[in-house]
């Protein structure tokens, strides 16, 4: 019996020491060329055992069991998982992954293969755009793509400035949009969490097919929709945040200011000088104007699904931005943005034939409007308060015809209100594998109203109204588009061939009402503020529309020979009805040749160069977005005397051009694209030169015409932007508990004119007493800055009396030596194109943990500052002028004395600073909890909250609010992007977020 017990007890105890037997083993991994492939992952499933190839690709794992399995991982390639048996070394081949073979890039009327492409398209993912959280996915971009400089503004709502490889129009310059088929001038209705990819067609041969809507680029965006297989998914993505005012202009306080003013004073010669003990107001009028951490919300809910045969897609957003702006006093109603979005995409496959869907959008936005005083803030001098002691608005008519900043935002009371509705359907008929015939027809129909509304109202004898004025506008555009595309796609032993055409037809109509009248007034009903409550007498009238069709044939030729060699072709015959018969139609072709040099023998099993394509294009592009009006000739009424008898008649305000045609674009881009060690690296350079012909410029009359207005918007001239692009993007998965990614990008900008026609220069821009400050001058860029150079200040009695002027007064260059400063002494003084523009980032994913950054910035350009005319009055000094101002005996050469002096207003290069720029765009910290956590039965698949600062800190030499001046075009236009006149300012933003999917 013992032994019986002794021999029980003993194969209990052996018995799981034979069970536990471990052993180590080693292998190496390999690609399917046969080379190693280090840093890949190689793990055993369900048990903390791991390791990472080295550089040979070779990997050990210890304490390992017999029928246990490992799984390998590497970016770009198919995971693999073995079971481990009596052997001691595994050789592993993986296989590169389906998706990164065939990665597609949506194109004009179609999709490419990423490595079959010949021209320069940049492709953003859709989850990128979420990361930074913003009303206008564009705004997103910015800093993220070669190529493209993207300007924001700060006012509630509002849409960026995006320009493509320079300005490719005087007229017009913003790219054209492609939303799933449907031709659009923005994209304010589209949510960032709605878009599945946004590819930017930079190049001519990319963007011809486009033809005559394609010269400043086009941006072609993919929404989402439901995917087959995937079931049904619910998500929601959502933030709270606010917003704070950065690098507010330091102003002079009450004593400085004063001291300003009595150095002004003296230096004039006065008597009258201002006295401390009279004022005891030291107000910082743009802290009374700004408000104290706006509130921007954000909530986007979507709902993805599929059937066999079906997929579908909906989302709603709601989306709120209140503006820096301290409004909604008095009669203002404030100044914030609100925008409720709807989509619904939906595709079914009705046999194996035919497929049909379509999408619809909805949105609904509404704005608070207001004045805005920021250069009334300025201007005003500290000395007095908002408000008198009675409550009455401060009146500053002690020192000067100033302007209330607090007064002008509150008494006016401003409201916009649009809807906007996209819809598309199409059929899709497909009668052979190889052969697609598809047929839409999208629209696009927007209906915008507001008000305006000032009442009587006075504060001093300069700020005020004796009646009130209200203004009313409505306006209306519809769009619709019809489009008929053949696709043949085939592949004959090495040839793989698609060839594409197809028709369209295309009307843009626009309509718009305003009127006007005085006396009404305000008992807080907006829905009651009619213009027939006004005086009948001062009714105002007036509209304004167009109607513009366009007929298109185009085709286009992919053919890849080998899976080595690349053709794409394309043409486009475009008309319109813009233009005189004789002029309205054009022929658009584009031709790119491509060599993916990788797939040749001498490449196969690098160890460096896993993927090198070298490519070259040409195309020709057109702008028919001249402004409207351009055909007819204007008139005003007018009366005319004869002696005692009179007659009502007109005379010409405006002269039109009836031989005007559209721009020519014609641009060959050269480059190379490539992915080294296993495809961690991954790059492209490119070089673009982009020559835009007839372009549209304005031209002055003479005098004697009798117009009015003497300019004539004509085809007068010609320009070129040429640089080079680079990008630069890293990607290192370690393990499945840390990754990281590094990328980078720069792009430099040559813009030149290379030819004004029937002048040697056009003069244009804002001026003060006849001196405009730009010139469109031959060898010069579009935008350049004109005027005096400043040489420093006068020091002596001496030499002022040689130029007769004054001690501590401007003194500019005689650069013709003549003894006298006039308009041959204006000199070149600057540019507001930068020469180079960079951005870059990094993210990193530790465990559930990960946190990014991006930087953006530029080089190289200058700004005028138009608001430091109000140095020269009785107008508030910035702090830097009282800092580095003349004084006698200073010997201070950089800033005059204070003075009125007309001649310091002349444009100079005392108005010009550099824009250079350094920003932090973005930094973004979250934490990602898995639906797993919950339990078996997960609530959730994957629940990410996250915190987010967007333009934090920027770093800038410029006097002003933020050097990005052109976020919002004034009146000027593209001409004058450079000028600064107090546009809404950019504000830093802090989120909190949530991103939840079920």
Do not use: C
């Amino acid at each position: 019996m013992k032994n019986n017990l002794l021999f029980i007890f003993a194969f209990l105890i052996v018995t799981p020491l034979f069970a536990q037997v471990t052993k180590t083993i080693t292998g190496q991994v390999l690609d399917p060329q046969g080379m190693p492939l280090p840093g890949a992952e190689v793990k055993v499933i369900d048990k903390n055992i791991f390791d990472v190839t080295d550089f040979d690709g070779n990997f050990t794992l210890e304490e390992v069991e017999e029928g246990d399995s490992f799984r390998v991982t590497f970016l770009g390639f198919e995971p693999q998982v073995f079971t481990i048996d009596d052997s001691n070394e595994y050789i592993v081949t993986l296989k590169q992954s389906a998706a990164e073979l065939s990665e597609v890039v949506v194109v004009g009327y179609g999709t490419q293969q990423k490595q079959d492409i010949t021209g320069s398209i940049a492709v953003v993912d859709g989850e990128e755009l979420t990361k930074q959280p913003n009303v206008n996915p564009l705004s997103s971009v910015q800093g993220k793509v070669a190529g493209v400089n993207i300007t924001n503004s700060g006012r509630p709502g509002a849409s960026p400035n995006v320009r493509i490889r320079g300005v490719g129009s005087v007229s017009n310059a913003n790219p054209l949009y492609v939303v799933d088929g449907v031709l659009t001038d923005n994209i304010d209705y589209l949510n960032s969490s709605d878009i599945e990819s946004l590819n930017i067609l930079k190049d001519a041969s990319s963007a011809a097919i486009y033809g005559i809507r394609a010269a400043n680029g086009v941006i072609v965006i993919e929404t989402k929709s439901g995917k087959r297989g995937e079931g049904v998914s619910v998500g929601y993505d959502g933030y709270v945040g606010f917003k704070q005012v950065t690098n507010v202009p330091e102003l002079v306080n009450a004593s400085q200011y004063i001291e300003l003013y009595n150095e002004k004073q003296a230096f004039e010669g006065a008597t009258n000088f201002l006295s401390p003990g009279d004022f005891s107001a030291d107000t910082d009028w743009f802290d009374e104007i700004l408000k104290d951490s706006p509130m921007v919300t954000s909530h986007n809910v979507s709902v993805a699904g599929s059937t066999e045969k079906t997929n579908y897609y909906i989302s709603l957003g709601y989306f709120n931005e209140d503006g820096i702006l301290d409004a909604g006093k008095n009669i203002n109603s404030g100044n914030d943005f609100t925008r409720v979005t709807g989509r619904l995409t939906l595709d079914t496959e009705l046999n194996d034939y035919f497929s049909i869907g379509g999408s619809v959008a909805y949105t609904d936005s509404r704005s608070n409007d207001t004045r805005e005083p920021f250069y009334q803030a300025y201007i005003a001098p500290p000395l007095f308060f908002p408000f008198n002691p009675d409550g009455s608005y401060g009146s500053p008519e002690t020192v000067g015809n100033f302007a209330n900043p607090r007064g002008t935002l509150d008494f006016f009371r401003g409201k916009s209100d649009g809807q906007r509705v996209l819809a598309n359907v199409y059929t899709e008929i497909k009668p052979i594998e190889s052969l697609t015939f598809r047929i839409s027809f999208s629209g696009d129909n927007a209906d915008t109203r507001a008000f305006a509304y000032t009442p009587e109202y006075r504060i001093s004898t300069s700020q005020g109204a004796d009646l009130s004025t209200l203004t009313r506008s409505s306006a209306e555009t519809e769009n619709w588009l019809w489009e008929n595309i053949l696709t043949w796609d085939e592949t004959f032993g090495v040839h793989d061939i698609t060839l594409m055409g197809g028709f369209s037809q295309e009307e843009r109509s626009f309509y718009r009402l305003e009127g006007s009248a005085n006396g009404v007034e305000f008992n807080g009903n907006d829905a009651v503020l009619y213009l027939d409550l006004g005086d009948v007498d001062s009714e105002t009238l007036s509209d304004e529309g167009s109607k513009t069709r366009f007929e298109s044939l185009f085709a286009r030729l992919q053919y890849k020979l080998d899976n080595k060699y690349l053709l794409n072709a394309t043409v486009r015959r475009d008309g319109s009805s813009s233009f005189p018969s004789e002029n309205n139609t054009e022929i658009f072709p584009s031709v790119g040749l491509g060599w993916i040099v990788s797939n040749e023998e001498f490449l196969t099993g690098s160890e460096l160069i896993n993927s090198l394509k070298l490519k070259g294009s040409w195309g020709r592009l057109g702008n028919a977005s001249v402004p409207r009006g351009f055909d007819i000739t204007a008139t005003n009424p007018d009366i005319y005397f004869f002696g005692e008898r009179s007659a009502i008649s007109r005379s010409i305000s405006e002269f039109s051009d009836p031989s005007i045609f559209w721009e020519m674009v014609e641009e060959y881009d050269f480059g190379v694209e490539f992915e080294l060690f296993q495809n961690r690296l991954n790059g492209e350079v490119n070089y673009y030169n982009r020559e835009t012909q007839d372009a549209v410029f304005s031209i002055s009359q003479l005098a004697s015409s009798g117009a009015t207005n003497t300019n004539l918007l004509t085809n007068a001239g010609s320009f070129r932007n040429s640089g080079i692009e680079v990008s630069l993007n890293w990607n290192h998965f370690i393990h499945d508990d840390f990754s990281y990614s590094l990328y980078g990008n720069v792009t430099t900008i040559n813009n030149e004119i290379t030819d004004v026609i029937g002048a040697s220069f056009l003069n244009t821009g804002p001026g003060l007493f006849g001196n405009p400050i730009i010139r469109l001058e031959k060898g010069a860029e579009i935008g350049a800055y004109y005027g005096y150079q400043v040489e420093g200040v006068i020091q002596t009695p001496a030499e002022a009396e040689e130029l007769g002027s004054r001690v501590g007064a401007f003194r500019f260059a005689d650069l013709n030596d003549d003894g006298q400063i006039g308009e041959d002494d204006k000199t070149f003084l600057g540019s507001p194109i930068p020469d180079y523009t960079y951005g870059f980032g990094f993210g990193i994913q530790y465990k559930r943990i990960d946190f990014s950054m991006d930087f953006q910035g530029l080089v190289g350009n200058e700004i005028y500052n138009f608001n430091r005319n109000s140095r020269f009055g009785n107008e508030s000094w910035d702090l830097d002028f009282y800092e580095n101002r003349w004084t006698p005996g200073s010997q201070v050469n950089d800033y005059p004395a204070p003075n009125s002096d007309q001649n310091s207003l002349r444009p100079s290069s005392f108005f010009v600073e550099e824009g250079d720029y350094f920003r932090i765009r973005n930094i973004q910290l979250g934490y990602t909890i898995p639906g797993t956590i919950t339990g078996e039965n997960a609530f959730w698949e994957d629940l990410t909250i996250y915190v987010n600062a967007q333009n934090p800190y920027t770093s800038f030499d410029y006097n002003g609010f933020s050097p990005e001046v052109n976020g919002e075009l004034n009146a000027g236009g593209i001409v004058e992007a450079g000028i600064d006149r107090n546009v809404y300012p950019l504000s830093a933003t802090y989120n909190l977020g949530l991103r939840i999917n079920f």
